[in-house]
């Protein structure tokens, strides 16, 4: 009976790295989608064929290790609902500090999360734990991290208030 139970824990142990893995790379897919000016389908295809399920020495992630639908769902939906991911942001920011002056990895992991936060498949809490990890692996300084755990609470609240 024991082995049942540590076969289940193993395996949610690996949904969850390979959940996390595909927020990472998600996050990177998004960042190179603004930074090079290329289209949601030619960068899903060529993580898809070159990055996610291949082993790379260069790789910040295991990459055989990542939820191929979940890495795809998050980058249309960030597409999808940018527009209204980016308000919820700003909203969320300092007045100064529209998400336009936000460094470009952060604002890829507040479209990135706030992808997640507009439909409700995860609880909002997992989604900002997850992402403040991801946040933690982009940024060596703790600032960071803290700043992303402070607006997406807030971003949160605002697309499921439901759910606090």
């Not at 390979?18 to 030619?42: C, K, N, P, T």
């Not at 020495?57 to 939906?77: C, K, N």
């Not at 597409?79 to 942001?89: A, H, L």
């Not at 936000?102 to 995860?122: M, N």
């Amino acid at each position: 009976m024991s082995g049942t139970s540590n076969k289940s824990h193993g395996n949610r142990q690996e949904r969850q790295a390979r959940a996390s893995a595909a927020r990472i790379y998600a996050v990177q897919a998004l960042f190179q989608m603004e930074a090079a000016g290329q289209s949601a389908d030619r960068v899903q295809r060529e993580f898809l064929n070159w990055r996610i399920g291949r082993d790379n020495e260069d790789a910040d992630v295991p990459s055989d290790d990542a939820d191929q639908e979940l890495f795809a769902r998050i980058v249309d939906d960030a597409v999808t609902w940018q527009t209204r991911i980016d308000q919820m942001t700003d909203r969320a920011l300092v007045e100064k500090w529209p998400i336009g002056r936000i460094d470009p990895v952060l604002r890829s992991v507040f479209r990135a999360a706030g992808a997640e936060l507009v439909t409700p498949k995860t609880p909002p809490k997992v989604v900002i734990t997850e992402y403040v990890r991801v946040a933690q692996a982009f940024f060596a300084e703790g600032r960071e991290a803290k700043f992303v755990n402070a607006v997406l609470d807030h971003m949160a609240r605002e697309a499921r208030p439901e759910a606090f």
